[in-house]
C-alpha cells in the first residue's frame, strides 16, 4: 500500500505506521521505512487534500491528517514550511486542523530549537475569531513549555485575552516551568477575576492548583 501511488491506499499505510503497533505487525522494521514514510507524507501535503468520496470512513482531508500525524513523529526543522502552511489553511476539515496543531505541538517539543513560523502560525490562529474556540485553544496548549520570548509573549496576550477559553489557557502556560515565579502576581490575579461555582471555566482548576503548587 505504501508504494501503491493511489492516495487512499498510500493514507491508510501512513495510519498503520503512525498505529501504536506500527508495522511491526506485518513483521516490517519501522525504523527503516522512516525515509520512505515521511517522503510520501511531505508529498501528499503538497497534493489536494482528498474527498469525502475516496475516503468515506474518515471524511474529506484524510490523506492530510494521516500525512500530518507522521509529521508528528517524525519532521525535522526543515518541514517548518509545511507545518506552518498546514495550520495557516482556513478551509481544512476540522480533522485536518487538529492533526495540523498536534503535529506543531510534537515538533516544537520535539526540535532543539523552536520555529518562529510554527509559533507565528499558531499565533494566528489563537487570534483568529473566525476559527473554532476548540482549535484556538489547542493552539495556545501547543506553546505549553516551548521556551523562548517569542512564546512567552503569545501566552501573555492570551492571558490578556478578553476571551475567556483563551485567558484560562494562557495562564495555564504561563504557569509551566519557571514561568510561574515571573508572572504568578498576574496568574492570581487572573484567576480572582474568573467566576466561580458552576461558571467556573472548564480548566481554571488547573491553573489554582499550579498556583498552590
Request: charged content about 25%; glycine content about 4%.
Amino acid at each position: 500500500m505504501l508504494y501503491s501511488g493511489l492516495v487512499p491506499m498510500v493514507a491508510i499505510a501512513l495510519d498503520h505506521f503512525c498505529d501504536d503497533e506500527g508495522l511491526t505487525r506485518f513483521d516490517l522494521d519501522d525504523e527503516a521505512l522512516h525515509p520512505n514514510v515521511l517522503a510520501l507524507a511531505r508529498h501528499l501535503l503538497t497534493l489536494s487534500p482528498s474527498t469525502v468520496r475516496v475516503s468515506r470512513e474518515t471524511g474529506a482531508g484524510a490523506s492530510h491528517a494521516s500525512a500530518l500525524d507522521v509529521l508528528a513523529l517524525l519532521a525535522g526543522p526543515e518541514d517548518a514550511m509545511l507545518l506552518t502552511t498546514a495550520l495557516r489553511r482556513r478551509d481544512a476539515e476540522a480533522l485536518v486542523r487538529e492533526r495540523a496543531i498536534r503535529a506543531a505541538q510534537n515538533c516544537l517539543d520535539r526540535w532543539e530549537e523552536p520555529d518562529a513560523r510554527v509559533v507565528a502560525a499558531l499565533e494566528e490562529l489563537v487570534f483568529d475569531p473566525t476559527a473554532a474556540m476548540d482549535d484556538r485553544t489547542l493552539a495556545v496548549i501547543a506553546l505549553f513549555d516551548v521556551p523562548g520570548p517569542q512564546v512567552t509573549a503569545v501566552l501573555l496576550r492570551a492571558a490578556h485575552s478578553d476571551v475567556l477559553p483563551l485567558q484560562v489557557e494562557g495562564a495555564l502556560g504561563l504557569t509551566h516551568d519557571d514561568l510561574i515565579d515571573q508572572h504568578r502576581d498576574l496568574v492570581r490575579d487572573l484567576v480572582a477575576s474568573w467566576p466561580g461555582g458552576e461558571d467556573e471555566p472548564e480548566r481554571a482548576w488547573l491553573v489554582r492548583h499550579a498556583l498552590r503548587a
